[in-house]
């Protein structure tokens, strides 16, 4: 490799650092000028995601609008090794601002990530209701069984049985 095929690969690695630490700072203008500078959207941060997947967490859709901008047409279902995608990550982290984000902009809603379970198994779980809403406005499948054979409906009828008569599920749609 070249000196300045090094170098400007050195400097694309530095614009992806700042990209991360942008992130964890909140820093819209640090995150542009990371982008600018050729961040590179497939590299992985010290706590094991990639770019898309550190937004889902910890961004919010401000840091998505920036990233489409400079990578338009990027995979919104990108997943990790472990199949998680970034809207798995944002339904983990419960970033409903991120959640909504990713649902509008087309983000497959039922992928099956880690322990084969769906996105709606996962919400149901956390007995997240305003999550379940945002899901299933996506197209969610409510007949989606995790590996236990639990669909949503059954998860959230038996671990938070309140909020599945509050919202009359019984049917499995909201």
Sequence with gaps: MRFLDKFKERARQRATEDAFH????GSISLFVSSMERGAILESWSPKGLMLP???AQVGSPAFFDVLTKFYPGWNLNLPLPDKRTPL???VVSENMANIGWLVN????VNIVGPGNMGLLNVAAKQG??????LLASGGGDWSAVDQSGSSP???LKRLHPNKARLLGLEGGTL
């Design 153 to 155: 409906m059954e998860i």
């Design 105 to 108: 902009a087309g983000a497959q």
């Design 53 to 55: 997947h550190q937004i």
């Design 88 to 90: 798995w990550i944002a």
């Design 128 to 133: 997240k209701l305003v999550i379940l809403k």
């Design 22 to 25: 942008a992130l964890n700072e």
